[in-house]
């Protein structure tokens, strides 16, 4: 009906234009003009003459009723009518429009007369239908809509379609809007489901024009009258109060509580007395209990809670007939590598100190004596109920292995004993659990020149042993391990005593000379000027000869050869027995000294 009443009106506006005729008297007053004027373009097309003032008329007319088919733009339509699949929407056009109802699943409710924005997405189809898009109009509107509410921080509506990867996919304005998981409301979210397919409010709290995303937030529209109302409980809060919660969230360091609007931690260390590994030892979620309030933050809204405090310290509930020098049974709680701490109540715990689990003077690793988790018998050494400090020990409950220690390990006495540890200087060995003595490198071998007693032996090798010095005051006992054996250098004192001779080979050039072994224990030096051979030449490694102890020192185990000296003292007994001769003679000529020792050299050479 809307079309046909604004086809009249435009018949109308023509037909008076058609009717309004051509004055002829003009024509006839000035007929040269007339011709002059006279349109022949209009005359062979058939179209009559309109005034001016009713072509405006009708152009004006046109303009107030029919929409620019061809401008992107979008415009607003009114529903007319509805049919099974489509809406028909009047656009103030030649004709009206048709959209699917498919672009109206969001707003089920529909119906004739309501106001809807359309783009022209077809002028006419071959039907001479109008085609319109409300999905495409809603999008081009949804940006400017969306960047408004961002920019003006107002409150929108969106549906929620589905969940996704961290959150959820919002419907705000017909553009696909990501809603993350922490930003669903204040407290956490185990059911996301619950959610798709509420109509909830949002802000848009970050746009990104550039790929289009846009992020919208449940939880800031609520935070705002959070921070409200946790003011008005915080400035209600008194510092000791005991208040009712449920538990909201329980992390590795504490537990969350919401006391009706606002949270407050519980740190792990106010949960119990005793020690625990983690919170959930002792709440779980949602759980309902009182806790007390420890401190608060009225600036940056914070509550500290305690859940211990609500009971009495254990050091108060302690038995006070407790005295130093009794003992107590308890777990191990906690190990590091100067002791273990013992709970010897629930929240009581005292420390055995690593110097006090063994009579060993070689102190160790706590480890070395216990695990957590053991259960172990300590006596009290100290004991401080005001500072709720106690100190204990394993070893005061076996006896002191040095009170006869004179008796069991005597000086001369000799003993085995396991290798516990180096030093630079020497190794302790262990001859029972709180007996160690000391063994000096010089007193590791009678023959070995050793550097550092790795060289010698092996934490863990078992040694035999002389206690060489008993200090029982000190605590300390000196042993040595060369003296379990007679010292070979009081033989070789006479097998290399000095003018002894010996064969050997060269076995290494050193600085200064050579060395050569006689055996495993005896490595002699030969100096340079001594290496000299008869010929004048001098012996090189792997030469054998015969060599003549010049030195021989026991104490400081060094040992002096010499070659030359060997053909030296040929040469001056040759020499001494021919003047002798030549006394008994009295004939005494150098003649016959030279030709004995050319018989000595020929002899030597082999001629």
Same mark, same amino acid.
């Given at each position: 009906?809307?079309?046909?009443?604004?086809?009249?009106?435009?018949?109308?506006?023509?037909?008076?234009?058609?009717?309004?005729?051509?004055?002829?008297?003009?024509?006839?007053?000035?007929?040269?003009?007339?011709?002059?004027?006279?349109?022949?373009?209009?005359?062979?097309?058939?179209?009559?003459?309109?005034?001016?003032?009713?072509?405006?008329?009708?152009?004006?007319?046109?303009?107030?009723?029919?929409?620019?088919?061809?401008?992107?733009?979008?415009?607003?339509?009114?529903?007319?009518?509805?049919?099974?699949?489509?809406?028909?929407?009047?656009?103030?056009?030649?004709?009206?429009?048709?959209?699917?109802?498919?672009?109206?699943?969001?707003?089920?409710?529909?119906?004739?007369?309501?106001?809807?924005?359309?783009?022209?997405?077809?002028?006419?189809?071959?039907?001479?239908?109008?085609?319109?898009?409300?999905?495409?109009?809603?999008?081009?509107?949804?940006?400017?809509?969306?960047?408004?509410?961002?920019?003006?921080?107002?409150?929108?509506?969106?549906?929620?379609?589905?969940?996704?990867?961290?959150?959820?996919?919002?419907?705000?304005?017909?553009?696909?809007?990501?809603?993350?998981?922490?930003?669903?409301?204040?407290?956490?979210?185990?059911?996301?489901?619950?959610?798709?397919?509420?109509?909830?409010?949002?802000?848009?709290?970050?746009?990104?024009?550039?790929?289009?995303?846009?992020?919208?937030?449940?939880?800031?529209?609520?935070?705002?009258?959070?921070?409200?109302?946790?003011?008005?409980?915080?400035?209600?809060?008194?510092?000791?109060?005991?208040?009712?919660?449920?538990?909201?969230?329980?992390?590795?360091?504490?537990?969350?509580?919401?006391?009706?609007?606002?949270?407050?931690?519980?740190?792990?260390?106010?949960?119990?007395?005793?020690?625990?590994?983690?919170?959930?030892?002792?709440?779980?979620?949602?759980?309902?209990?009182?806790?007390?309030?420890?401190?608060?933050?009225?600036?940056?809204?914070?509550?500290?809670?305690?859940?211990?405090?609500?009971?009495?310290?254990?050091?108060?509930?302690?038995? @006070?007939?407790?005295? &130093? *020098? $009794? !003992?107590?049974?308890?777990? /191990?709680?906690?190990?590091?590598?100067? #002791?273990?701490?013992?709970?010897?109540?629930?929240?009581?715990?005292?420390?055995?100190?690593?110097?006090?689990?063994?009579?060993?003077?070689?102190?160790?690793?706590?480890?070395?004596?216990?695990?957590?988790?053991?259960?172990?018998?300590?006596?009290?050494?100290?004991?401080?109920?005001?500072?709720?400090?106690?100190?204990?020990?394993?070893?005061?409950?076996?006896?002191?292995?040095?009170?006869?220690?004179?008796?069991?390990?005597?000086?001369?006495?000799?003993?085995?004993?396991?290798?516990?540890?180096?030093?630079?200087?020497?190794?302790?060995?262990?001859?029972?659990?709180?007996?160690?003595?000391?063994?000096?490198?010089?007193?590791?071998?009678?023959?070995?020149?050793?550097?550092?007693?790795? @060289?010698?032996?092996? &934490? *863990? $090798? !078992?040694?035999?042993?002389? /206690?060489?010095?008993?200090?029982?005051? #000190?605590?300390?006992?000196?042993?040595?391990?060369?003296?379990?054996?007679?010292?070979?250098?009081?033989?070789?004192?006479?097998?290399?005593?000095?003018?002894?001779?010996?064969?050997?080979?060269?076995?290494?050039?050193?600085?200064?000379?050579?060395?050569?072994?006689?055996?495993?224990?005896?490595?002699?030096?030969?100096?340079?000027?001594?290496?000299?051979?008869?010929?004048?030449?001098?012996?090189?490694?792997?030469?054998?000869?015969?060599?003549?102890?010049?030195?021989?020192?026991?104490?400081?185990?060094?040992?002096?050869?010499?070659?030359?000296?060997?053909?030296?003292?040929?040469?001056?007994?040759?020499?001494?027995?021919?003047?002798?001769?030549?006394?008994?003679?009295?004939?005494?000529?150098?003649?016959?000294?030279?030709? $004995?020792?050319?018989?000595?050299?020929?002899?030597?050479?082999?001629?």
């Amino acid at each position: 009906m809307a079309e046909e009443t604004k086809n009249q009106e435009v018949q109308d506006v023509a037909g008076m234009a058609t009717a309004s005729q051509p004055n002829v008297e003009k024509q006839q007053e000035n007929p040269e003009k007339f011709l002059a004027d006279f349109n022949w373009h209009n005359y062979e097309e058939g179209i009559d003459p309109i005034d001016d003032e009713k072509l405006e008329e009708f152009e004006k007319l046109v303009a107030e009723n029919f929409v620019d088919t061809l401008d992107d733009e979008v415009v607003e339509g009114t529903v007319i009518n509805i049919t099974d699949r489509d809406a028909i929407i009047d656009i103030n056009a030649k004709s009206e429009g048709v959209i699917s109802l498919n672009e109206f699943r969001y707003n089920p409710d529909l119906k004739e007369g309501d106001k809807v924005e359309v783009l022209i997405d077809v002028r006419e189809d071959a039907t001479g239908q109008l085609i319109l898009s409300h999905r495409k109009a809603r999008v081009i509107k949804a940006w400017d809509r969306v960047n408004a509410a961002h920019e003006e921080a107002t409150i929108v509506n969106g549906f929620v379609k589905c969940r996704t990867k961290g959150g959820m996919i919002v419907d705000v304005f017909g553009i696909e809007a990501f809603l993350p998981g922490s930003q669903i409301d204040v407290k956490p979210i185990r059911d996301y489901d619950a959610y798709v397919g509420k109509t909830m409010e949002f802000k848009v709290v970050k746009i990104n024009h550039e790929f289009k995303n846009v992020v919208v937030s449940h939880k800031a529209l609520i935070e705002a009258d959070i921070e409200e109302q946790k003011k008005e409980i915080i400035g209600q809060l008194e510092k000791g109060q005991v208040l009712e919660g449920t538990v909201k969230n329980i992390t590795s360091y504490g537990v969350f509580v919401d006391l009706g609007g606002v949270d407050g931690l519980v740190h792990i260390t106010d949960l119990s007395w005793s020690r625990i590994n983690h919170p959930n030892e002792i709440v779980e979620l949602d759980q309902k209990l009182n806790v007390v309030i420890l401190d608060f933050d009225e600036a940056k809204t914070r509550i500290q809670l305690g859940l211990k405090q609500l009971n009495k310290h254990p050091w108060e509930a302690l038995d @006070e007939e407790l005295k &130093v *020098g $009794d !003992k107590v049974k308890g777990k /191990v709680v906690v190990i590091a590598d100067y #002791g273990a701490f013992i709970e010897v109540a629930e929240g009581v715990e005292g420390l055995i100190h690593v110097s006090e689990m063994s009579w060993s003077t070689h102190l160790r690793s706590a480890q070395d004596f216990v695990k957590v988790g053991d259960e172990v018998e300590a006596q009290i050494l100290t004991l401080d109920r005001e500072e709720r400090k106690m100190s204990l020990g394993i070893k005061q409950l076996t006896p002191d292995p040095w009170t006869d220690i004179t008796s069991k390990y005597p000086v001369g006495s000799r003993h085995s004993g396991v290798v516990r540890n180096f030093t630079n200087f020497g190794v302790f060995v262990e001859l029972e659990e709180g007996i160690d003595g000391l063994i000096y490198i010089s007193d590791l071998s009678w023959t070995k020149k050793i550097k550092h007693p790795s @060289e010698f032996c092996n &934490v *863990g $090798d !078992k040694l035999e042993v002389v /206690v060489l010095e008993l200090d029982v005051e #000190g605590r300390k006992l000196s042993l040595g391990h060369k003296q379990t054996e007679s010292n070979p250098w009081d033989k070789y004192e006479t097998e290399f005593a000095v003018g002894t001779k010996h064969t050997a080979t060269i076995d290494e050039m050193v600085d200064k000379g050579a060395t050569i072994e006689f055996n495993e224990d005896i490595t002699a030096f030969v100096p340079t000027r001594h290496l000299e051979k008869e010929d004048g030449s001098k012996l090189g490694k792997g030469d054998s000869a015969e060599f003549l102890i010049i030195e021989f020192n026991k104490e400081f185990k060094r040992v002096v050869a010499s070659h030359m000296s060997i053909h030296k003292e040929e040469e001056a007994k040759i020499v001494k027995q021919a003047a002798k001769k030549s006394q008994e003679d009295n004939k005494p000529t150098l003649g016959d000294a030279n030709a $004995d020792l050319q018989a000595l050299k020929d002899k030597m050479e082999g001629k």
